[in-house]
Each structure stands twice: as structure tokens, then as C-alpha cells.
């Protein structure tokens, strides 16, 4: 196996001939898949689990699993498809690895700013609140202008450090810090006026 | 990681898939647009896929180098898709049958413990509380053995594609294969197949479950020769269609013991999906804490499955759970096909256990083999405390407090050792009583009430009823009350009604309280209503009204202040009069009256009172106490003076009237009935120190309005208003009125002579009266005298114009009968027409005539005036026309240039100005026909002063005479300056409307401006200005001084501005293209003083100068002058 650069360089396959090549079974496909979007999948990793090495065995391991699920798979959008796998695998490991460990985390980071809006309440079946939880989440999501959307889901889906959701944006930390703040108040009003919180 | 933080995954994980996407995609824009440091990773793919792809490119190459050339097609697999590879959607759909939400209601049972009736049925789906539930342990407890097949998930009957892969890199065509024994040829690929991919659209049927597609036999064509291809890949795909007929379990021959429990599993997969997926089914056992034992139940068939070592009496769970993919899209995963909670046997448990509000009754259930034990000990507790010990035998406990848990604890011997069952049951409590007090009822003096208890266990005891009032509280004699009397009214009174009650809930006996706030009604307060009826100057009349309706009146007394508040008398009457006061003083009525309204508050005291003053009427008269019908009345009324007073409003004869105050006098000024009558005149109100106060002060005065008197005719004996010389007649005033009177004087206006004369009369009738003479010159009645009721009264009548004309009698008339004898009359001599003539056709000539032309009544038809002004000329006061009628005459004049003034007129008109003031004399004389006066004027001229069209003369008497017929006049031009006058007759100091008739239709045509209108006076004079004229163009103004436009022929008073109303101008500068100055130009009442001439002396000398221009002839007059003037004559 030869290492690769996890940076594009030169011209790219579309994501139409790189799902093509795993139909094919063409071994290439794992490599043009990471030559597109390595770098992408590494940091989903790595804001969950700070360790270079599992973050690598989790980038293997999704290639892996793209190859088993492709065919029969044609995924719609390839780069979704891949993020939804590598965070599933990403989140197992950290489960497994970290269960009773305290690693530094940037997804730990970033749940623990949400203790102030999203607590289980004991005198609520969780089932039933994280359903309605999971459904409000959605309407306010929503109703957001796409910035906030998009740090929203940043920050909290994809565990993103405040100083790079900035710089991907263009804006201040300081903004990101705002918009998040804001947001974790609008969510919690939100929740309180279905009942879900105290 | 922490629960918390696995809670928030868990919601985060719920997030729509679409937001995520769209923001992912995002997201992988803006970071590959960033720069960011790179990082350095290795990277690897499994061994195995690295192994099986190493191996088919090694296999290829190998089979590839045999032949040398070319290299044999080699089938790699088949995949299933829902839709045509190679297509934008292309994601797998994947079926997931969602199993319904199964959650238990929670128990909520009073007693819990050892007792048959909770063991019986433990809830299977929730039987612990809330501990996780057996699925999710055995989930979390049991893995999946074995990896998951490929599958493709399909509904039934949904059409799939199954694309065959084959690695044909020398592209051979490939003819056919076989799937499931059928053969598909190339035709029937889909479109889309290449030589490496051949797709298949397949109908998956309705068969639920697992269906496999196997391909074999892959024909290619090499050259001339049909070969096999190379099959290297699995040659079966799986396709699971989803069903709901999915495997379920059952139990039979279950057994419970007292330490363990058997039973068989009944496995029914109809579609074997369990098998076909690889799968497994397991028993496990479930204490609520963790699965205490797993049993593989091996091939689905009936298997018997026994739990040991289990605690006696003791709550577990069991369940069937098999391993397999259900076809939902999930894969295989851990489902529970059957579950169920039970007890273990025990010895003894509570049985019949009922509880009460204060206590409990029990018995006990035996196990069969247990039969000869017995309960030893029987203990109750509460709170954790031992309450008492209980008889053994004991089946009951009381005297327990209501709404308490206890515990009861039984002990017996049990294989030498001493066993415990235990219940804890709280006991039901005790409703506390409800009271309200109802049906709240009141009157002035008292209040009822009703008392409502709910007291459902009988707890409540009334103790006390209570009445709350400002000024303390009564309480009831007995618990049977439910009135109180004798109350103040409109007062707030509160019914309290205390009781007391004991829940046996340990807190002893209650005390409790209700009470309803009931007002009792008001009594109303008396009003009294009082007015001032009348004032004279000694005496005030008032009335009052007393409305009283609760009777709670105590006093009333009316009162008569003075100015200074002094009482001057008193009256308790409702109405009366207070007499003897002294005129032309302010006084005030008072009624004061007290009440009380049984509020607590007392005798109150209210009053109501009126200011008003003896009013001295010195007199109320008429100012003309007699008066023509129509005419106004001006009442004139003056009283005695009263600082601040005056009066405000005045009524006669029913309706009000305004009045007028003078230093003297007030004035009330009315329109009487026509008939006349006495009036009632009322002195409504007056103002009292600035406020309005009623005076009703009445005066009988009799206002006396005579019926009208006027002057109906004035009128000769013989019906007319002209007689020939010598007959005998009368003149007549014939006057009309509806009350007797007597005319004493006839007032005149004479002739042209403006001044009042008496005539002479004397009575005929009540109301006609003869002229003592006959006037000769006009006159005009203008008043009279009459007496009524021995008083005389002038009056000024509507005014009568009279014109009595005396014929000459005709000497020796010459008869006529045709129009040449017409034609040729002569001056001088008399004429009688002794038949109509007709005048058709005659070329008539206009010639002077005088004397008396007597028509006799006949008629003179169809007489044409072509080209001249009249049908007689210059015919002078001696000239009669008498008894004529003349029928369709047409008179018709074209005037081809402007004319200084032109005059037209049917009979007489003047050649020019001399003795146009001597028109003939016209009685009895009728003319219909018409007049067409045409005046053609270029643009830089102008119309003379005055066109006059007249129906029978410019000047002259004319009497009992009629015109019918039009007149039009057409102007060429709009502008023409004149004034144009049309009538009967011109005009003259006396009118003679009422002795000359007809209607005029009148048409005025200049330039592009039409006037029509009727005239029936005797004439009327309209202008170019009132054609829309504009006369600016003639004059400009200068300071002081008028500037006649150069070029303007004729002047005349509107070429001047506004000479009508004399404005400033004191100069004027004449062009030397006037010729002719028009009538009245610049009459005596102008300001001009200095006229500035362009010509010379001689030349102004030949400008015509019409009349009235006295102010032109006063004034200073400059000619033209090469040298500067020195003094007036030249400049």
C-alpha cells in the first residue's frame, strides 16, 4: 500500500467515476475517494477523538465500509454519505476507546455548551424526550437564516473548534461565540415551551 | 462518555438528514477553500479486499497472457438496484419497518407486596418499574453472530435492476446469460448496458421473504465462436422483499415452581427468514437488573427451555428473542418475539385484601404444598416503625387514619427458619365537606340565604351562623336560621357560616369557614321638580312635583328669598303664588325638603330653588298697529330696569321670536297672520345674572292686523284706458281688502313730474271710487288713506302706472280698403279702414304721417318693411293709430357698414335725433310678425352706440296694445361696443307694462356668440360685453389718463373703463381716427378734466358728439400742436 497525501493535488475524479470505480470493485476507488476527501473526513475525526492514529484507523475503516456498502449503494450525495459513515465509525471508537477516559475532545467541548440547554429531565421518559427534543431541534433548525444553520450544525454535529467555523465563515470568533450563545438560549426557550426543560 | 452526553448525541442524532446534508456540503466547500495545515496519515485497506482485488488482476493477467492477445471476459458479480444504474437517483431504498412504540402504563396500585392478586398477572411489557426493559438488555447482552449478507430490500412487486459485471476489457460482445434458469439475450438488457454491464430489469414478484437470483451460462462471441465467460464472482444476489409475515413465538406447558420455571418455545417462521438470514433464537431470563441466562433455542422447532436456582416469590421476566434480518432495511438485529413476567411460587401470600379508610381486612393463600403451615407473628408498621403486634390469627385491622401507608408483616416457619411476607397499603382518605352559602335573596330591610354542604363521608358539623356588618356582628339564635330582618339598606352584610370537620388524617378536628357578602337594596332619594309658572311685577306663581317613591319624605317647606337671602315668605303648597312683592326686584324660590333613606347615614337635606324678579312691563305696543297683509310687526316692549337683568326670548303668538335691546327698548319683530287677529305676547325667560331663569310674564295686548287693502285697477268706464274727445266716461280705483274700511285719500305721482299729489275721489262702492277728472299725463298710484275702526291708517300701495289718451275725433275719415290707398295716405287727414287688407307682395314705402288712422278693428296682413327702419316715419305726437291690428309683418333691414346708431321699429320710427321724443300714439293696437336687422361691420369698425329694435315705436303713447312675434339682430362681429336694446316701445320715465302685452322670442347673433331669451316687459337692454366681448383692445390706462386705441372710429362709454362706476381717470388722449363720440360716453358724474385730441381744432369739430357727454363738453381741451402748449387749445 502506498501512503498517500490526503490533500488533493492535480485534478480529481467526480464523484460519479469514483462510485463507478467501486462498482467496478477497482481498488482505486479508495484512493481517489481519499485523495478527495480525506482531509475532510480526517477532521470530523479528529474534533471527536484528538488522537492522529485512531482518527487514521477510523478514516480506514470508512473506506472499508464504503467499500462493502458500494454496490449495492449509489449514494445521492458521495461526501454526505462518506460523513454520515466516518462519524458513525468515529463516535463507536470513541465510545469504546473513552468510555471511562477523560480525552480531550472538542465534541465534549461542544456538548458541554449545551448542558445549559440540553439536560435529560428526569421526570420525562428519555425516549419520549429525545424524540421531542430531537423534533424541536428540527423547527428551530429550520427557522435559522443558513449562517446560523450552518454553525449550528458546525459546532454541534461536527464538533468544529470555534477559531475554524470563524475562518471558514470569514468572521470573528467573537461572532461565532454570539451566534452560538444566542442560539443555545433561543433552543432553550424553545424546549421550555414544550415542556422539555425546567 | 457521560449518560448526559450520550443523551444529547442521541438528540443531535435526530437531526433532519436533509439540514445535515446541505450544511456538509457546505461545510466541505468553505474548508477546502480555507488553508490549513496539512497533515500526514497513513492509510490501508484491509488485507482481505487488498487480497481478493490482487488476485483478480493477477487472475486476469495470467488468463490474459495465454492467449497473448486478447484477454477473456471474466463475470466479477451482479448488484441490485431500484432504478436504472447510472441514473441521479440512485440511492438505495431501503425499506424500515418501524415496530410500534410498546411502553406499560405505570401500576398504580394502593397495595403492593406479597399478595395473591399482584402476583397473579405481573405486567409483562414493564414489570420492573424503571429499570431498562428485557429488550434492551438482551441488546445490549447478546451480539449478532455472523455478518451480514448482501441484500437488497425490495417491496413485493417492485421492480428491481440487476446490473452483471463483467471485466471485458477486450470488448467482446456478450450474447446472453441465464438468471434462475431463464435466458435473457442482449436484446433484452436495459438500456444502459455496456459490454461490462449488463442490466436486467426483474419484477421481484409478490412472494415475500428472501429471493435469490443466480446467474450462470454468460455467452460471449469471440470471432465465429460462442465461448462461455469466465465466472469468477458470486453468482447469487439475494434480494429480501419485505413482508409482515414475520417469525413469532409462543410458549406451551409452562410450569412455576418455587425455585424455577419450564416451558416449551413454539417457533412459527413462515418464511423462514430466521433461517434464511442465518440467524438464532434465544430464551433468556431477566431479573430487572441483568439477564441472568441465555439458552440458544437451536432449530425453531418445539424446544424446552428451564430456568433454576431461581429465589422463591420473587418477580423475573423471560423472553424469546431471535437474531435475523426481518427485511425491514436494518440488517440483522435482535428481535423479542414473545416476553412475559411471573413470580415464583411462594409459600404463603396475602389474599382478599381489601382496604378501607381506616383499615384493613386480609387473608392468606396457601401453597398447595404448604398446606400445614400456619402464620406464627403479625406485625403492622409505619414509617418504618413498628406500630403494634397483631394476633396471629388476625384477618382485619381498624382504627388506622385515613390517607396512611402501612406495612404489614407475616412471619411463618418454613423449613426450620422463619419466612416473612410482607404488603404495604395506604388507606383511603377521607373527603373534607364542602359548604357555600346559596340562593342569596334581599329587600330594603333584610337579606335570605340557603346552606349547601357536600360532605360525602359525613364529616362536617355546623357550629355557628354569623351576620357581619360594618357596625359588628350578630350571631344567629340557631343553626335553623336563615334570614336576617331589620337591616339598613344599600348596606353590605356578610352571612359567615363556621364548621368544623375531622378527616382522621391524624391533624384532629378542622375548623373551617364561608361566607357570602349580600347587600341590601337602596332606598331612593325624593326629587322634586320645581318651575316658575309666571312673574307680574308684584308676583311670582310656582309649581312643584314631588316624586317619592319609597315614602321616605320627612319635611318639605317652600321658600321666597329676597336678593339678600332674607325669607320673605313661606308655602308648602304644590303650586302657588306669592303676592305683594315689590316690582323690579330678584327673588328667589327655595323648596327644601329632608328624607331619610334608612342607609345609616340620617336625615339628609336637599332644596331646590329658582331665581327669578318682578318684571315691570311699562308697555308693550306696536310699533304699526295696523298693517298691510304680508308686512312684519315690530313689537316694542320697555320695562322697568333691574341691575343684571334682561330679556332673553319673547313668544307670539305660540312661537318664539328673538329680540333686540336698545337703550330703551326691547324690539320683537314677527310676520302676523294674513288675516290679522289679537296676539298673545308671552315674556318667556330673562337673564339673571348672567344665568337663563324663567319669567312666563303674560301680556294681553292686542296686536290688530288688518286684511289686505291695496289697489286692485285703475280703469276707464269703458273697459280701456284711451277714449275719443267727447265721450262720456269715468275713471275707476277699484281697490280689494276683507275688513270695512273707508278710503279717505288717493296719493299720485304725475306725469313725469315726481312729486306726491292727492287726487280727488269720491265712493262708488266699498271698494271702488271714481277720479273726480280724468288725468291727461301719465301717473302712477303710489298711496292712499282709508279709516278702520274710527282710526285712519296711510298706506303705501303697490305701485299702478295709468295712462289715460284721448282720441281726437276724426274729422271726415277717409275709408280704405286696398294697400295702395294705404300706401297713399296723407298727412293731416283721418282714415278708416273699412276691411282687412291683405298686404302681399306690396312694395311698401315709409312716409311721414300724422292724424288719426283709425283701423276700425280690421287687419292689415302680410305687410313686408324691406331695407327700411318702419312703416311710418318721423311721425309726431299728432299722430294716432287707433283700433289696428296688424298680422304678420316682416320687417327686414341689412345694413351694409357701420352705423354711429340705428333704430328700427315696426310702426314710427326717426330718420335722426329730431323729435324722437314725439312718437305717435298707439290704442288698441295688435301686431304679430317678426324683425331681421343685419349689420354687416368689417374688423376695424365698430357698431354705433345703440341698436334699438322696437315693436312699435322709439318714443310715443301707446295703450291697450299687444306684440307676438321674434326679433333677431345679427352682428357680424363680436365685438361691436354697443349697447342693443329691444322692446315694445323704448324706454320712458312711466312704464306702461300693464297696458302694453305680448312675448318677444329674441335672438342676438354677433359674430360667433348667440343670445336667445323671451322678453315680455316692455324692453330690455343687453351689450356686447354680455356677448363675451372683450374691450381692452380700445383703451389703455396710464396713471390718471385713458389712452384710446389708434384706429377706434366711434367712441362710447365702454370704450372707456368702467365709465359706468366713474373710475379716476381725469385725462383722456382721443386718436385722430375717432369720428363720432357715442351717447353717454362721458356722462355728467365723470372725473374727466383734460382732453388731449390728436387732430386738430377744425378736425375735432367734425367729430360727432352724441349726448350726455356734459363731462367731454366741461372739460379742458388740448389739440395737436407742433410746440409744446402753453396754455390749454394746443399741444
Same mark, same amino acid.
Given at each position: 500500500?502506498?501512503? &498517500? ?8 475524479? +467526480? ?27 480526517? &477532521? ?21 465500509? +464504503? ?68 423534533? &424541536? ?29 470563524? +475562518? ?31 | ?12 442524532? $435526530? ?37 481478493? *482485488? ?127 434458469? =431463464?435466458?435473457? @439475450? ?6 444502459? !448496458? ?18 435469490? #437470483? ?122 423479542? *418475539? ?21 383499615? $384493613? ?9 404448604? %398446606? ?19 394476633? /396471629? ?42 359548604? %357555600? ?32 356588618? /360594618? ?26 357560616? @363556621? ?25 331612593? /332619594? ?17 309649581? #312643584? ?63 331646590? %330653588? ?74 318667556? @325667560? ?10 312666563? #310674564? ?17 280703469? *276707464? ?42 287726487? $280727488? ?40 302706472? =295709468? ?18 290707398? $294705404? ?62 291690428? *296688424? ?52 374688423? !376695424? ?11 312699435? %315705436? ?79 383692445? #380700445? ?97
Amino acid at each position: 500500500m502506498k501512503p &498517500t497525501n490526503d490533500i488533493a493535488k492535480g485534478s480529481v475524479m +467526480t464523484d460519479e467515476a469514483i462510485i463507478d470505480l467501486y462498482w467496478k470493485r477497482e481498488e482505486r476507488a479508495i484512493s481517489e475517494t481519499d485523495k478527495k476527501y480525506g482531509r475532510y473526513l480526517y &477532521t470530523i475525526a479528529y474534533n471527536i477523538i484528538h488522537d492522529r492514529l485512531d482518527c487514521e484507523e477510523c478514516l480506514n475503516d470508512t473506506y472499508l465500509g +464504503t467499500w462493502n456498502r458500494i454496490p449495492p449503494t449509489r449514494p445521492n450525495v458521495f461526501l454526505v454519505f462518506l460523513s454520515k459513515i466516518m462519524r458513525n465509525i468515529v463516535l463507536d471508537r470513541f465510545r469504546q476507546s473513552h468510555a471511562d477516559k477523560r480525552v480531550p475532545s472538542e465534541m465534549i467541548v461542544s456538548l458541554n455548551e449545551l448542558n445549559e440547554c440540553m439536560l435529560p429531565n428526569p421526570s420525562l421518559e428519555e425516549e419520549y424526550i429525545i424524540r421531542s427534543m430531537g423534533s &424541536t431541534i428540527n423547527s428551530y433548525l429550520e427557522s435559522l437564516n443558513a449562517k446560523r444553520q450552518f454553525i449550528f450544525i458546525c459546532r454541534y454535529y461536527y464538533s468544529d473548534q470555534i477559531s475554524n467555523i470563524a +475562518t471558514m465563515l470569514g468572521v470573528s470568533e467573537a461572532t461565532v461565540y454570539r451566534e452560538l450563545g444566542v442560539m443555545r438560549q433561543e433552543l432553550k426557550k424553545a424546549f421550555r415551551k414544550e415542556g422539555l426543560m425546567k | 462518555m457521560k449518560r448526559s452526553d450520550e443523551f444529547k448525541l442521541k438528540v443531535l442524532s $435526530l437531526i433532519k438528514p436533509e439540514i445535515i446534508d446541505r450544511n456538509s456540503k457546505k461545510r466541505y466547500e468553505l474548508m477546502m477553500r480555507a488553508s490549513r495545515p496539512k497533515r500526514n496519515r497513513k492509510w490501508m485497506i484491509p488485507s482481505t479486499i487488498a487480497a481478493v *482485488l490482487l488476485l483478480a488482476v493477477l487472475g486476469v493477467w495470467l488468463f490474459g497472457s495465454g492467449n497473448g492477445l486478447k484477454q477473456v471476459p471474466i463475470y466479477q458479480g451482479m448488484s441490485v438496484s431500484s432504478t436504472l444504474p447510472n441514473t441521479s437517483a440512485s440511492v438505495d431504498e431501503h425499506y424500515l419497518l418501524l415496530g410500534e412504540q410498546q411502553g406499560g402504563q405505570p401500576q398504580d396500585d394502593e397495595i403492593s407486596g406479597d399478595h395473591k392478586d399482584g402476583h397473579e398477572n405481573p405486567d409483562s411489557d414493564k414489570p420492573f418499574g424503571d429499570e431498562p426493559p428485557i429488550e434492551e438488555e438482551v441488546k445490549s447482552s447478546l451480539e449478532v453472530v455472523g455478518g451480514a449478507r448482501s441484500i437488497f430490500y425490495a417491496q413485493p412487486n417492485q421492480t428491481v435492476y440487476i446490473t452483471v459485471h463483467i471485466n471485458n476489457p477486450d470488448a467482446f460482445e456478450i450474447l446472453s446469460f441465464t438468471l434462475n434458469g =431463464v435466458k435473457y @439475450t442482449s436484446y433484452m438488457f436495459k438500456e444502459g !448496458s455496456d459490454l461490462e454491464n449488463l442490466i436486467l430489469e426483474v419484477n421481484v414478484g409478490a412472494v415475500e421473504g428472501i429471493q435469490e #437470483y443466480t446467474i450462470d451460462a454468460i455467452k460471449y462471441v469471440d470471432g465465429t465462436e460462442i465461448k462461455d465467460v469466465r465466472m469468477d464472482g458470486d453468482r447469487t444476489v439475494r434480494v429480501g422483499v419485505a413482508t409482515d409475515k414475520q417469525p413469532t413465538a409462543s410458549v406451551a406447558n409452562e410450569s412455576i415452581g418455587f425455585n424455577d420455571i419450564s416451558f416449551d418455545v413454539v417457533l412459527d417462521d413462515p418464511l423462514s427468514l430466521i433461517n434464511q438470514s442465518g440467524g438464532r433464537v434465544y430464551a433468556v431470563l431477566y431479573d430487572g437488573e441483568t439477564i441472568l441466562e441465555t439458552v440458544e433455542v437451536w432449530d425453531g422447532r418445539l424446544n424446552t427451555v428451564r430456568f433454576k436456582e431461581l429465589k422463591t416469590n420473587t418477580l423475573y421476566q423471560y423472553a424469546i428473542v431471535a437474531d435475523y434480518d426481518s427485511l425491514s432495511g436494518n440488517g440483522r438485529e435482535l428481535i423479542t *418475539l414473545y416476553k412475559k413476567a411471573f413470580y415464583t411460587n411462594a409459600i404463603v401470600l396475602f389474599d382478599a385484601v381489601t382496604v378501607s379508610q381506616e383499615g $384493613l381486612s386480609f387473608g392468606y393463600a396457601w401453597h398447595e404444598n404448604a %398446606s400445614d403451615k400456619q402464620i406464627s407473628l403479625l406485625s403492622l408498621w409505619k414509617d418504618g416503625a413498628k406500630i403494634s403486634d397483631l394476633s /396471629a390469627s388476625a384477618t382485619s385491622v381498624s382504627g388506622l387514619l385515613s390517607g396512611h401507608t402501612y406495612t404489614l408483616i407475616a412471619s411463618y416457619w418454613n423449613d426450620d427458619k422463619t419466612e416473612q411476607i410482607s404488603i404495604t397499603f395506604t388507606t383511603q382518605a377521607k373527603t373534607a365537606p364542602t359548604v %357555600s352559602v346559596t340562593n342569596p335573596t334581599k329587600t330594603q330591610t333584610s337579606i335570605g340565604f340557603g346552606i349547601s354542604v357536600t360532605d360525602p363521608d359525613q364529616l362536617c358539623t355546623l357550629t355557628k351562623i354569623e351576620l357581619v356588618h /360594618a357596625n359588628g356582628t350578630v350571631e344567629a339564635d340557631s343553626l335553623d336560621v336563615r334570614a336576617f330582618e331589620n337591616l339598613l339598606s344599600n348596606n353590605d352584610y356578610t352571612v359567615k357560616i @363556621t364548621y368544623t370537620y375531622d378527616l382522621n388524617d391524624g391533624k384532629g378536628l378542622q375548623t373551617a369557614n364561608k361566607t357570602l357578602v349580600i347587600k341590601t337594596k337602596a332606598k331612593v /332619594a325624593p326629587v322634586v321638580s320645581l318651575s316658575i309658572n309666571n312673574v307680574t311685577e308684584t308676583s311670582i306663581s310656582y309649581s #312643584y312635583t314631588l316624586t317619592d317613591v319609597d315614602s321616605v319624605l320627612a319635611t318639605l317647606i317652600v321658600r321666597l328669598l329676597d336678593a339678600d337671602g332674607n325669607v320673605i315668605a313661606t308655602a308648602t303648597d304644590t303650586a302657588g303664588a306669592f303676592e305683594g312683592l315689590t316690582a323690579s326686584r330678584k327673588y328667589t324660590v327655595v323648596v327644601e325638603y329632608t328624607f331619610d333613606l334608612n342607609d345609616g347615614v340620617g336625615v339628609r337635606m336637599l332644596t331646590k %330653588s329658582i331665581s327669578t324678579a318682578t318684571v315691570k312691563i311699562l308697555s308693550i305696543t306696536a310699533q304699526v298697529p295696523v298693517i298691510n297683509a304680508g308686512a312684519s310687526v315690530t313689537i316694542q316692549i320697555k320695562i322697568e330696569d333691574i341691575p343684571n337683568v334682561t330679556l332673553q326670548s319673547v313668544m307670539i303668538d305660540g312661537k318664539e321670536v328673538s329680540l333686540t335691546k336698545t337703550a330703551l327698548y326691547y324690539y320683537a319683530t314677527f310676520s302676523p297672520k294674513s288675516t290679522g287677529g289679537k296676539y298673545t305676547v308671552i315674556l318667556g @325667560t330673562m337673564s339673571f345674572d348672567g344665568g337663563s331663569v324663567p319669567m312666563n #310674564y303674560v301680556s294681553d295686548l292686542d296686536i290688530l292686523v288688518m286684511g289686505e287693502i291695496s289697489v286692485d285697477s285703475v280703469v *276707464l268706464s269703458n273697459g280701456t284706458h284711451y277714449y275719443w274727445s267727447g265721450e262720456d266716461v269715468t275713471a275707476y280705483v277699484n281697490f280689494i281688502g276683507s275688513e270695512p274700511f273707508t278710503i279717505t285719500k288717493v296719493y299720485i305721482e304725475s306725469g313725469y313730474v315726481n312729486a306726491k299729489s292727492e287726487i $280727488l275721489i269720491r265712493k262708488v262702492t266699498d271698494v271702488q271710487y271714481a277720479l273726480e277728472s280724468i288725468p291727461t299725463d301719465p301717473f302712477r298710484i303710489t298711496g292712499f288713506v282709508y279709516e278702520y275702526n274710527g282710526k285712519t291708517y296711510e298706506v303705501t300701495t303697490n305701485q299702478i302706472d =295709468v295712462l289715460f289718451i284721448e282720441i281726437p275725433k276724426q274729422t271726415s275719415p277717409i275709408e280704405i280698403s286696398t294697400p295702395e290707398q $294705404l300706401q297713399n295716405m296723407q298727412p293731416g287727414r283721418d282714415y278708416i279702414l273699412t276691411q282687412d287688407i291683405d298686404m302681399s307682395g306690396f312694395d311698401w314705402t315709409p312716409f311721414q304721417y300724422y292724424g288719426v288712422l283709425n283701423g276700425n278693428g280690421y287687419t292689415i296682413r302680410n305687410l313686408t318693411l324691406d331695407g327700411v327702419t318702419s312703416m311710418f316715419k318721423n311721425s309726431g305726437s299728432n299722430c294716432y293709430i287707433v283700433n289696428l291690428n *296688424l298680422e304678420n309683418v316682416l320687417l327686414s333691414v341689412y345694413v351694409p357698414e357701420a352705423v354711429p346708431n340705428f333704430y328700427v321699429a315696426i310702426l314710427s320710427t326717426y330718420d335722426d335725433e329730431k323729435g324722437k321724443n314725439n312718437g305717435p300714439t298707439v290704442a288698441n293696437c295688435h301686431i304679430t310678425g317678426s324683425i331681421e336687422l343685419v349689420l354687416e361691420v368689417n374688423d !376695424s369698425e365698430e357698431v354705433a352706440d345703440v341698436i334699438s329694435l322696437f315693436a312699435f %315705436s322709439r318714443y310715443g303713447l301707446i295703450t291697450d296694445s299687444s306684440f307676438n312675434g321674434s326679433m333677431n339682430l345679427t352682428v357680424k362681429k363680436t365685438f361691436q361696443g354697443g349697447y342693443y336694446v329691444f322692446g315694445m316701445v323704448s324706454t320712458s320715465s312711466i312704464s306702461y307694462g300693464q297696458l302694453v302685452s305680448g312675448e318677444i322670442d329674441l335672438t342676438i347673433t354677433a359674430g360667433d356668440k348667440v343670445l336667445k331669451k323671451t322678453l315680455t316687459s316692455l324692453h330690455e337692454t343687453t351689450s356686447s360685453w354680455e356677448m363675451g366681448a372683450e374691450a381692452t383692445e #380700445y383703451y389703455t390706462v396710464v396713471g390718471d389718463c385713458v389712452y384710446v386705441t389708434q384706429g377706434v372710429k366711434t367712441m362710447h362709454r365702454n370704450c372707456l373703463p368702467d365709465s359706468w362706476s366713474n373710475i379716476n381717470f381725469t385725462k383722456v388722449v382721443i386718436p385722430k381716427t375717432v369720428k363720432a363720440v357715442g351717447w353717454d360716453t362721458f356722462s355728467t358724474d365723470s372725473t374727466l378734466t383734460i382732453v388731449y385730441y390728436e387732430g386738430s381744432e377744425a378736425e375735432w369739430k367734425n367729430v360727432a358728439i352724441g349726448g350726455n357727454n356734459d363731462a367731454l363738453s366741461n372739460a379742458t381741451m388740448y389739440f395737436y400742436s407742433e410746440s409744446r402748449p402753453t396754455t390749454a387749445g394746443n399741444y
